[in-house]
């Protein structure tokens, strides 16, 4: 198999040059047994209270997509989604105009599927997200209404599907891409700000905690893995909210990397100021998206290069207190969103579509392996690694 090929040659490639990569790409010789199967698996090489979380695929681009449903239909995924990740997200079944499509019709039916998953797999959930300018629904953003008519929509929306999962999410993204590259609020795209005034974040917030007090509430962007104008519009602004009373817990950064650009070396550094206001902070939908070659495969450098992004921000969310969730925006290329939109480019996840992993899973397994053990925790089975 290619795909098999492929990462054996990667590994190789990277030997000389990539410690962390030899032993990541070291297990034991044999067959794992069945009885040890599920313990070769992110989640069970983590740290105790570190969440290891993915995206749950379906809804949204993948309706337009030359195949059904991945989380309904794909029977090989939902397994390894439920052997790999004690945490789950749903990469579009929560969003507006998937769960609310009509003005006085709610569709709950595959987020309730999400969550019920998570509970029989026990693994905790993140949900995504409760205002935001993008996947709004038609009738929505075309609608005639008054602003108090339009609080109500948001008020009402918020108290519903929170209150609806009660006790059953960990952590809401409560607002999510806020701001503009230039730290400005997106006053033009976001029908909440533009119509009610920045004032409905706060209300957002206070909303959702009404209607959970127990669910951890976040911000969440895409760009702010840095310290840069929106990231510290963010830090700002949460510290606005916080002399205010606002019931805000977390900050998270997405961090959809590409390779095409560096690494954003200060990830850790702007992850500990926002856990120095008293936060906890995520990683929320990691991928590491690439350049392809003109065939569609990535050489074996390529691979290293995503492995080391990947590696660099398990770490750095590891070295912070209270970043205890890490969520990787989907595992498998086969169901990725990134060809959908970024042309020629692709291969952003860690498994290739037959389910087989690359180097950067491998490097990531071993990674949590061993902060599991310089934990002081035992793990019997774990990588070697580890040992």
């Not at 790999?84 to 709950?108: C, G, L, T």
């Not at 498994?351 to 053990?373: G, H, I, N």
Request: charged letters at 25%.
């Amino acid at each position: 198999m290619k795909s098999i090929r492929l990462v054996t040659a990667a590994i190789a490639a990277v030997a000389l040059t990539s410690p962390a990569l030899v032993a990541a790409a070291s297990p034991d010789q044999g067959e794992v047994s069945a009885g040890h199967a599920k313990k070769d698996s992110l989640r069970w090489v983590a740290p105790k209270g570190f969440y290891i979380g993915t995206a749950a695929a379906g809804g949204g681009h993948h309706e337009s997509q030359p195949y059904p449903d991945p989380f309904t239909k794909d029977l090989e995924y939902r397994s390894v989604l439920a052997k790999e990740f004690s945490s789950v997200s749903a990469e579009n079944q929560m969003k507006w105009e998937y769960i609310h499509p009509e003005r006085d019709r709610y569709n709950f039916g595959m987020a309730d599927a999400i969550v019920k998953f998570a509970q029989k797999n026990r693994q905790v959930v993140r949900g995504h997200t409760l205002l935001w300018h993008s996947q709004n629904p038609e009738w929505l953003e075309q609608g005639d209404f008054t602003a108090e008519e339009l609080r109500g929509i948001l008020r009402d929306h918020i108290k519903t599907v929170v209150g609806r999962y009660k006790g059953k999410i960990q952590q809401w993204d409560v607002a999510n891409e806020i701001f503009t590259e230039t730290g400005e609020l997106r006053t033009t795209e976001n029908i909440w700000i533009r119509e009610l005034g920045p004032g409905i974040i706060a209300d957002a917030f206070r909303w959702a905690h009404q209607a959970d007090p127990k669910a951890d509430l976040y911000f969440n962007d895409y760009n702010v893995e840095s310290v840069n104008a929106k990231s510290n519009a963010y830090y700002a602004l949460i510290k606005d909210l916080q002399a205010q009373g606002v019931p805000v817990h977390g900050f998270s950064a997405q961090s959809h990397l590409s390779t095409r650009y560096g690494f954003p070396g200060d990830l850790e550094t702007n992850l500990k100021r926002f856990a120095d206001l008293g936060l906890g902070t995520a990683i929320t939908e990691l991928d590491v998206r690439m350049d392809l070659p003109a065939d569609g495969v990535p050489t074996a450098e390529m691979l290293a290069k995503q492995a080391d992004y990947y590696n660099r921000t398990l770490v750095a969310c590891l070295n912070v207190d209270g970043c205890d969730s890490f969520t990787i925006w989907g595992f498998t290329d086969k169901y990725s969103w990134v060809p959908v939109f970024f042309q020629g480019e692709g291969a952003a996840t860690v498994m290739w579509d037959d389910f087989t992993r690359k180097p950067a899973y491998d490097v990531m397994q071993c990674t949590l392996a061993k902060e599991s053990v310089k934990r002081g925790e035992r793990h019997p089975h774990l990588p070697a690694c580890a040992k």
